[in-house]
């Protein structure tokens, strides 16, 4: 089983690339993927992406399925990203302040899971997204229970290989 990185997704006519953060933006962020990558690979026997979104504060491995553009290589996540700690925005709160805040405060890193409904055991767990692209998002408080969680809750022969 092999990991990889993925350089983004070029957008074609908007002439962009989607989710091209190729390594995350602290050691410590990018370390912590890439042991999620290795737990995906050795729990799951199969071969893994890695990918952070364009600001390098979060990005995720990913478990690599046949599909290709948008829907490619995002069935299973298993997510990581940096976050002030004890911010949280309201609605109220100005954008300037905000992103201050979000600037000064120290940091941690979160750990969360990814997988869409048709990937899930129970696709009722979907709890996000949109009538055709429903799933399930959750902040996990470790790594362990992560991976455990995706265990518990990952329908194996509905991922597509």
């Known amino acids: 089983?092999?990991?990889?990185?993925?350089?983004g997704l070029y957008t074609g006519y908007?002439?962009?690339?989607?989710?091209?953060?190729?390594?995350?933006?602290t050691k410590e962020l990018d370390d912590t993927v890439k042991r999620q990558a290795e737990l995906?690979?050795?729990?799951?026997?199969?071969?893994v992406e890695i990918r952070f979104n364009s600001d390098r504060e979060s990005g995720g491995a990913w478990l690599k399925n046949s599909l290709t553009g948008f829907k490619g290589n995002c069935q299973?996540?298993?997510?990581?990203?940096i976050r002030p700690i004890g911010l949280?925005?309201?609605?109220?709160m100005p954008h300037e302040e905000f992103?201050?805040?979000?600037?000064?405060?120290?940091?941690?890193?979160?750990?969360?899971?990814?997988?869409?409904?048709?990937?899930l055991k129970d696709p009722s767990l979907a709890n996000s997204g949109c009538e055709d692209s429903r799933y399930c998002y959750l902040i996990?408080?470790?790594?362990e229970q992560g991976l455990a969680w995706l265990v518990?809750?990952?329908?194996?022969?509905?991922?597509?290989?």
Not at 153 to 160: E, H, Q, W, Y
Request: hydrophobic share 30%; aromatic share 12%.
């Open 1 to 7: 089983m092999t990991i990889t990185r993925s350089t």
């Open 14 to 25: 908007m002439g962009y690339f989607c989710g091209n953060g190729y390594e995350g933006l």
């Open 40 to 47: 995906l690979t050795t729990t799951f026997n199969r071969d």
């Open 76 to 81: 299973v996540g298993f997510n990581a990203g």
């Open 88 to 92: 949280n925005r309201t609605h109220d």
């Open 99 to 119: 992103m201050r805040l979000w600037r000064e405060l120290p940091k941690e890193i979160y750990y969360a899971t990814y997988v869409s409904e048709n990937g």
């Open 140 to 143: 996990q408080p470790s790594i």
């Open 152 to 161: 518990a809750n990952v329908d194996r022969d509905k991922i597509l290989d």
